[in-house]
């Protein structure tokens, strides 16, 4: 530890605040050009790809200084100031939004890759929202950032110390986007057996086809976040791509999902959708369901109410104040229900891919716990890499 040195971020990086509003607007927004980021698309270390507003040539070259290039790391301005994404080949030349700032490393003194592992301790998330300015909300500015005392290794060191993260990372985004495709594959499928080729099936209601249960919160006083008891799910705010995370447990359940029930938010907004991983409490933004007692044919339930999102949707317009789903909502919804064979060959060719996204899912949680257990220790020199 004798060769790492303490220093503040403004001696290894140069930083920039995005464009200010009156240098761009909303209404300079096109519909084909370069894309420009802004708080939304900060996920976990990496660009957001979903709804990028787009920027035409004319303001890219009148704004050229925020210009983005391979090894920057933008920050949320205001808000969540501890979010922060790095950016890859793939984002070369992209811009970013007012409410941004770019960290750009000077790469003789600090590796940008480690650079961005770095800002993703939460001992250093924590530091940045307890140095922010304002009561209700919250910013940071180039010299906050600038002042930002930090810990380097020798850059060999770095370089070492990001490949192992990286290559944990590289796992992880794969795994996510083999999911997205498989999930994509396995719905065409459900659609092209069930939606096109449905006149002969008779009409029945959704209760008549799947066993659901509506949720009921436990008492708060048994909530927690240290894992004791069953995890509590209560809506939409739990959910990720198909299994929700654990974050608060209770030690009093009252209404429960079973393993791989399919799982939908009932309340604002209505039409979430997850699966269950395990048995779980569901509180009463939340109802599961299932076809047939033992649950057999998770994949046809998931997907079948995966296709009757835009009927269950529309209750996000019920309701005095928030939109809401009831069980007789549900009851009473119309489903074409198909010939019990016809479900059968459904799984038989449907569930192979579907368990393939389950288990992906698990592998991810699995490398998202080792590289976060792993990232303090590597960042304050507990475990030591050779170079």
């Not at 060191?157 to 994509?184: G, M, P, V």
């Not at 739990?238 to 999902?257: L, Q, W």
Request: aromatic share 10%; glycine share 6%.
């Amino acid at each position: 530890m004798k060769d790492w040195k303490e220093c503040k971020l403004g001696d290894v990086a140069e930083i920039q605040t995005g464009p200010f509003g009156s240098q761009l607007h909303m209404s300079d927004y096109k519909l084909k050009g370069t894309p420009i980021i802004t708080v939304e698309h900060l996920g976990d270390n990496r660009i957001i790809h979903n709804n990028l507003p787009l920027v035409s040539d004319e303001d890219k070259d009148r704004l050229k200084k925020y210009i983005l290039k391979e090894g920057d790391i933008v920050f949320s301005r205001v808000g969540s100031v501890d979010r922060s994404a790095y950016v890859h080949k793939k984002e070369n030349g992209w811009m970013f939004s007012g409410r941004l700032l770019r960290v750009r490393s000077m790469d003789n003194l600090v590796y940008s890759r480690f650079l961005s592992f770095y800002f993703c301790q939460e001992s250093l998330r924590d530091t940045i929202r307890m140095i922010a300015v304002g009561a209700t909300m919250p910013s940071i500015n180039t010299g906050i950032l600038q002042n930002l005392e930090i810990l380097l290794p020798p850059l060999p060191e770095q370089r070492a110390i990001a490949a192992i993260l990286s290559s944990l990372d590289d796992k992880i985004d794969l795994l996510h986007r083999q999911n997205k495709t498989l999930e994509a594959m396995a719905e065409t499928l459900f659609n092209e057996q069930f939606v096109m080729n449905n006149e002969q099936w008779k009409i029945g209601k959704l209760g008549d086809e799947f066993d659901f249960t509506m949720g009921q919160s436990p008492p708060g006083e048994s909530y927690n976040e240290e894992g004791n008891g069953v995890p509590m799910f209560q809506g939409n705010a739990d959910f990720e791509f198909r299994f929700p995370s654990n974050r608060i447990y209770t030690t009093n359940p009252t209404r429960y999902a079973e393993k791989y029930d399919t799982l939908i938010s009932v309340r604002a907004p209505v039409g979430a959708q997850n699966m269950a991983l395990e048995k779980c409490c569901i509180g009463r933004g939340v109802a599961a369901f299932r076809y047939g007692k033992d649950n057999t044919y998770y994949t046809y339930t998931y997907f079948k109410l995966k296709s009757l999102m835009k009927e269950i949707k529309q209750f996000n317009d019920t309701g005095t104040v928030f939109g809401s789903i009831s069980k007789n909502d549900f009851e009473e919804l119309n489903v074409v229900i198909p010939p019990q064979d016809e479900i059968e060959n459904f799984q038989k060719e449907v569930k192979p891919i579907d368990d393939k996204v389950i288990t992906n899912c698990i592998q991810i949680r699995t490398l998202e716990k080792l590289r976060d257990n792993l990232l303090p220790k590597l960042m304050s020199g507990e475990v030591r890499v050779a170079v």
